[in-house]
C-alpha cells in the first residue's frame, strides 16, 4: 500500500524541529515506518539549492528565481526521495513543503497565486499532502525564538510585516481546506502541542 504524505507548515521559530521528532516517534510507535525530509533540500542538488536561497548575501536574488528555485529543488526531491518512498509503502514527513511556497512567495512575496499553482501541477502532478500540520504562532513569538538560535538566514531578515502576510496566507490555505489541514496552536507548552499533534494524527491512522 502507498505511504502517507505528511508535512509540517509554519512560519520562523514555531518549533517543527522538536515537533518532527514527536510525528516521527508517534508514527513509530503505531508501527509506521517514516522518512524524514525537509524543504528545500532532502537531495544532493536540493540542499546546494536551499544554501543559494539561504545565504544572506545573496540579496539580489530575484523573487522568480527563488519561486523557481523552489520547484527546482521539489522536482528533484519528488522523483528521488518522496516519490519512490510513497511508492515502497513508507510514509514520509516533510519540513515544508509547497504551501510554504503558497505562504511566502505568494502571501510574503506577492507572487499571484496561479503562477505558483501552475508549477504545482507540472512539478507535482496530482500529488498533494495527506495531512498538514500548521504550527501557529504570533510572529514576533517566532521571531524572537528563531533570532536567538542563529544569525538570521535570508528569510530571516525580512521584516515582520512580511511574516504577518506568510501566516496570514497559511491560515487562510487550512481555513479553506479543513479536510487535509489541522492548525496547531504552537504558543502553548510543549506537552498541549504535542497532544493537540496527536490528535491530528489520529484520523491518518486511522485510514
Ligand atoms: P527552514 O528550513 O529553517 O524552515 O528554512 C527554510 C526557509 O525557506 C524558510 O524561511 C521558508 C523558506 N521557504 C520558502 O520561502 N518557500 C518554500 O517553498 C519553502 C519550502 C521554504
Redesign the pocket.
Known amino acids: 500500500m502507498r505511504g502517507k504524505f505528511i508535512t509540517i507548515e509554519g512560519t520562523?521559530g514555531v518549533g517543527?524541529t522538536t515537533n518532527m521528532a514527536y510525528v516521527q516517534q508517534h508514527l513509530q510507535a503505531a508501527g509506521i515506518n517514516v522518512l524524514l525530509t525537509?524543504?528545500?533540500g532532502g537531495t544532493r542538488i536540493g540542499e546546494k539549492i536551499r544554501e543559494l536561497?539561504?545565504d544572506a548575501r545573496n540579496n539580489d536574488l530575484l523573487e522568480d528565481t527563488e519561486l523557481l528555485m523552489?520547484f527546482a529543488a521539489r522536482a528533484q526531491h519528488l522523483q528521488q526521495v518522496i516519490e519512490p518512498a510513497l511508492k515502497g509503502g513508507q510514509w514520509v514527513l516533510c519540513?515544508?513543503?509547497?504551501d510554504?511556497?503558497y505562504a511566502?512567495?505568494g502571501g510574503?512575496r506577492g507572487i499571484d497565486t496561479d503562477r505558483i499553482a501552475m508549477l504545482e501541477t507540472w512539478v507535482q502532478g496530482a500529488l498533494r499532502p495527506d495531512l498538514i500540520l500548521l504550527l501557529d504562532i504570533p510572529v514576533k513569538t517566532g521571531l524572537t525564538r528563531a533570532s536567538e538560535r542563529s544569525a538570521p538566514?535570508r528569510?530571516?531578515q525580512e521584516q515582520q510585516s512580511f511574516f504577518e502576510r506568510v501566516r496570514e496566507a497559511y491560515l487562510n490555505r487550512a481555513n479553506n481546506d479543513p479536510q487535509h489541514y489541522r492548525i496547531i496552536d504552537a504558543a502553548q507548552a510543549l506537552d498541549v502541542v504535542q497532544n493537540q499533534i496527536a490528535r491530528a494524527l489520529q484520523d491518518i491512522l486511522a485510514l
Open positions: 520562523e517543527k525537509r524543504e528545500p536561497l539561504l523552489m519540513d515544508r513543503f509547497t510554504a511556497t511566502y512567495q510574503g538566514d528569510f530571516e
